[in-house]
C-alpha cells in the first residue's frame, strides 16, 4: 500500500466533504414500511375486539351478566344465556386435557430421552402430519368411524364398570360431550407434543449428564434432571393447548352432539361456544339473535386471548431461564 | 436412605424399561389417529374420485353423480385472495422484526403475533362477517379470502423472523461494507439468502389456512354452482366436505370422503414439498 503524504491526505478531506452523502430516503421509506406492517398484529387484536365488542354491546346490554350465567338459548323467545356453551367448551376441553396431555408430554420425553435415534425424526415427521389434518376431515371421520366404534365398544363397557357414577349413565346416543372430548384430544395432541418437545431439547445436557454420573438409569434421569427441570415450560405447554382446545371448531361442532344442556353423564350431547357460532351464525334472523352470537364470539376470543397470554408467558419465562444459546 | 444392593439394582432397571415401554406405547397412540384417518379416507374415498369429481358441478339433491369442480377451484380463488393480503404483510412484518426495532417493541410485537396464532379460526369469521358482509350485504369470495389472510398474517410473520435471523451477520456486513444501501441489502442479499426458508413458511401458511372451514361458514358461504364474480358467495373444499358430511344423503357422504381424500393429498403434498424444500438445511422454521 502506498504510503499517503500529509499533503495528499490533506487534499482528500475536502473532496469528501464535496460528495454529496447517499440518500437516505430508501432506507427511511423501507423501513417504515416493514414496521407499518409489523404494526399489523396490533391493529388485528384491537380490529377483533373492537368489532366483536361493537357487535354484541345491545345485547350485553340487554342481558348484562344474566348472558353469561343463564342457560335458557330461545331465539325465538329472545331469551339467550350462554351458560350451556361456556360448560360445554370447558367439559370437552377437560376431557381432551385429561387424554392428550399424559400422552403428549409421554411422547415429547421418548423423542427426546428414550426413542433410540433413528426412530426420532420420522415420528416427528409423523406427528407434524398428524397436525396438518384439517379439523373437517377429522370431524368427518369422527361422525363415520370413531362414534359407531365408541358406541359400539368402550361406551358400553365404561358404563359397565363405572356407570354408578354420574359421569358414565343414562343412553349412550354416539354423538355426546365425550366424543366431543376425544375428538378435540386429537386434535391438540400435536401441539402439545412439539411444544413439549422444544421444552425438552432446551433443557441443558449439563443436568443429563450429571443425573448419569450420580448412576441414575434412563428414566430416572429423564424423571429428575429433565422433566422436573422442565416443569414450568410444560405447564406452559399444557396451558397452550387447553388455547387450542377451547377454540376448535368445526371437528367438535360434528361429534358433539349440538344441544344446549348441562348434564352430568359424559354420554349426553353438549354444544360449545364454538359450535353454536358455527351452527347457528348463518341462520341469525334477528338483530338481537346476532348480537348474541357476537356475544358468543367475544367470550370465546376474551377466554382464548387469556389463556394464551398465559401460555406465552409461562414458555417465555421458561425459555429465558434456560436459553444457552446465544441470543441474535 | 436404604441400600438393598442387587436387588433394588435390578428394580429399578425394570422400572426404566417399563416407562421405556409406556412412552413408546403413547408415542403409538399419537400417531395412531393419523393411520387411521388416512386408512379411512382411502378407504370410503378412492371410489368416488374420478374424472366427474374434478369436472362436474355438484349433482341436485336426489341425483347421484355429480363432482365438486367449482368447489376445487373455488379454495385456490379463495387462497389467491388470501395471499395477496397475508404474504406481503406477514414477510415484511418478519423482516422489521428480524432486522429493525428495538428489543423491546420486537419482543411485544413477537408475543402479540403468538397470541394472535391462538385466536380461534372462527372468530375471524365473525369478525369479517362484521367488517365486510354486513357492510355489502353479501356473501363474497373476498370476505372468506380477507378471513383467510388474516389468519395467515401471524404465521408468515413468526415464520419470516425466524428464517432472516438464521441468515449470517457477515452477509449483512460484506454488503454494507460495498456501500449497498441497508434496503437493498436486505431485499437482495438477506431475503435472498433466506429465500427458500421465507417460501416454506408461506406454504405452510397456505395448507394450513386451505383446510380451514370455520372462516368460511359465514363469509365465503359456499355456492352450488360456479362463482362469476368476488363479489358472491364462492364454493370451498372445506366447506362442501362439511356440509355434505353433516347431510343425511348416502350419495353426499361418499363425496364428502372423497373431497377429504383429494384435500388431504394436496395439503400432503404441499408439506412433502416443504420437506423437499428444506431438505439437508438444519434450520426448518418450524
Redesign the interface.
Known amino acids: 500500500m502506498p504510503a499517503i503524504t500529509v499533503e495528499e491526505a490533506g487534499a482528500i478531506q475536502p473532496t469528501r466533504a464535496r460528495m454529496s452523502p447517499?440518500?437516505r430516503f430508501?432506507?427511511k421509506?423501507?423501513?417504515w414500511?416493514?414496521?407499518a406492517?409489523?404494526?399489523?398484529?396490533?391493529v388485528?387484536?384491537v380490529?377483533?375486539g373492537w368489532?366483536?365488542w361493537?357487535?354484541s354491546v345491545l345485547a350485553m346490554k340487554k342481558f348484562g351478566v344474566r348472558f353469561l350465567v343463564t342457560s335458557t338459548w330461545d331465539p325465538v323467545a329472545e331469551e339467550f344465556g350462554a351458560l350451556p356453551f361456556i360448560y360445554g367448551t370447558l367439559v370437552s376441553s377437560l376431557i381432551a386435557l385429561l387424554i392428550a396431555v399424559?400422552?403428549?408430554i409421554?411422547?415429547a420425553?421418548?423423542?427426546t430421552e428414550?426413542?433410540p435415534l433413528w426412530i426420532r425424526q420420522p415420528?416427528v415427521?409423523?406427528?407434524?402430519?398428524?397436525a396438518?389434518?384439517?379439523?373437517?376431515?377429522?370431524?368427518?371421520?369422527g361422525?363415520?368411524?370413531m362414534i359407531p366404534w365408541l358406541r359400539e365398544y368402550p361406551f358400553p363397557w365404561l358404563q359397565r364398570v363405572l356407570g354408578w357414577t354420574p359421569f358414565f349413565s343414562g343412553p349412550i346416543y354416539g354423538p355426546c360431550m365425550f366424543a366431543g372430548g376425544i375428538i378435540v384430544a386429537?386434535m391438540i395432541?400435536?401441539i402439545i407434543?412439539?411444544v413439549s418437545r422444544e421444552i425438552l431439547r432446551s433443557v441443558p445436557d449439563l443436568q443429563r449428564e450429571a443425573a448419569y454420573a450420580l448412576g441414575a438409569?434412563?428414566?430416572?434421569a429423564?424423571?429428575i434432571a429433565v422433566l422436573s427441570y422442565a416443569k414450568k415450560g410444560l405447564f406452559g405447554a399444557v396451558i397452550?393447548g387447553l388455547?387450542?382446545a377451547?377454540?376448535?371448531?368445526?371437528a367438535v361442532t360434528?361429534v358433539i352432539g349440538n344441544t344446549p344442556q348441562i348434564a352430568a353423564s359424559l354420554f349426553k350431547p353438549g354444544y360449545t361456544l364454538?359450535s353454536v357460532?358455527?351452527n347457528e351464525?348463518?341462520e341469525a334472523t334477528t338483530d338481537l339473535y346476532v348480537q348474541a352470537?357476537?356475544g358468543i364470539?367475544l367470550v370465546?376470543?376474551a377466554i382464548?386471548?387469556l389463556?394464551?397470554?398465559l401460555?406465552?408467558l409461562l414458555l417465555?419465562t421458561f425459555t429465558a431461564a434456560s436459553d444457552t444459546r446465544a441470543v441474535? | 436412605m436404604r441400600f438393598e444392593g442387587k436387588h433394588n439394582h435390578t428394580w429399578r432397571k425394570i422400572k426404566s424399561a417399563l416407562a421405556c415401554t409406556i412412552a413408546f406405547v403413547s408415542a403409538i397412540l399419537v400417531i395412531l389417529p393419523l393411520g387411521l384417518v388416512f386408512f379411512y379416507l382411502l378407504v370410503n374415498g378412492i371410489g368416488s374420485v374420478n374424472w366427474d369429481f374434478f369436472t362436474k358441478l355438484p349433482a341436485p339433491v336426489g341425483a347421484v353423480g355429480g363432482g365438486m369442480a367449482n368447489a376445487i377451484v373455488g379454495t385456490l380463488v379463495l387462497l389467491a385472495i388470501a395471499g395477496v393480503i397475508g404474504i406481503p404483510v406477514g414477510v415484511l412484518g418478519g423482516v422489521y422484526l428480524a432486522e429493525y426495532g428495538s428489543a423491546r417493541i420486537n419482543s411485544v410485537l413477537r408475543f402479540l403475533a403468538d397470541v394472535l396464532n391462538g385466536v380461534p379460526s372462527i372468530t375471524w369469521g365473525v369478525v369479517v362477517y362484521g367488517l365486510i358482509v354486513l357492510r355489502f350485504k353479501s356473501f363474497s369470495a373476498l370476505a372468506g379470502g380477507l378471513a383467510l389472510g388474516l389468519i395467515m398474517i401471524p404465521l408468515i410473520l413468526r415464520t419470516t423472523e425466524e428464517v432472516i435471523l438464521l441468515v449470517p451477520n457477515g452477509y449483512r456486513e460484506a454488503s454494507l461494507a460495498l456501500g449497498v444501501s441497508r434496503w437493498q441489502t436486505i431485499v437482495h442479499i438477506v431475503m435472498k439468502t433466506a429465500s427458500r426458508g421465507i417460501i416454506t413458511g408461506i406454504l405452510l401458511a397456505l395448507a394450513r389456512v386451505g383446510g380451514e372451514t370455520a372462516p368460511l361458514l359465514f363469509t365465503a358461504f359456499g355456492n352450488r354452482f360456479w362463482n362469476h364474480s368476488l363479489t358472491e358467495p364462492i364454493a370451498a373444499l372445506p366447506l362442501q366436505v362439511f356440509t355434505y358430511a353433516i347431510s343425511p344423503y348416502d350419495d353426499w357422504h361418499r363425496q364428502a370422503w372423497a373431497g377429504a381424500l383429494v384435500l388431504v393429498t394436496g395439503v400432503f403434498c404441499v408439506n412433502v414439498l416443504v420437506r423437499i424444500l428444506t431438505r439437508g438445511r438444519g434450520a426448518s422454521p418450524l
Open positions: 447517499p440518500s430508501g432506507d421509506a423501507f423501513e414500511l416493514t414496521l406492517m409489523a404494526f399489523a398484529v396490533v388485528l387484536i380490529l377483533v368489532e366483536l361493537s357487535g399424559p400422552l403428549g409421554a411422547t420425553a421418548y423423542l428414550l426413542a415420528l415427521s409423523l406427528i407434524e402430519m398428524l396438518a389434518i384439517p379439523s373437517v376431515i377429522l370431524g368427518l371421520w361422525i363415520f368411524v386429537v395432541l400435536p407434543t412439539s438409569t434412563r428414566w430416572e429423564t424423571r397452550l388455547g387450542r377451547l377454540g376448535e371448531t368445526m360434528m364454538a357460532l358455527a351464525f348463518t352470537l357476537t364470539g370465546l376470543f382464548t386471548i389463556v394464551n397470554l401460555a406465552q417465555r441474535q
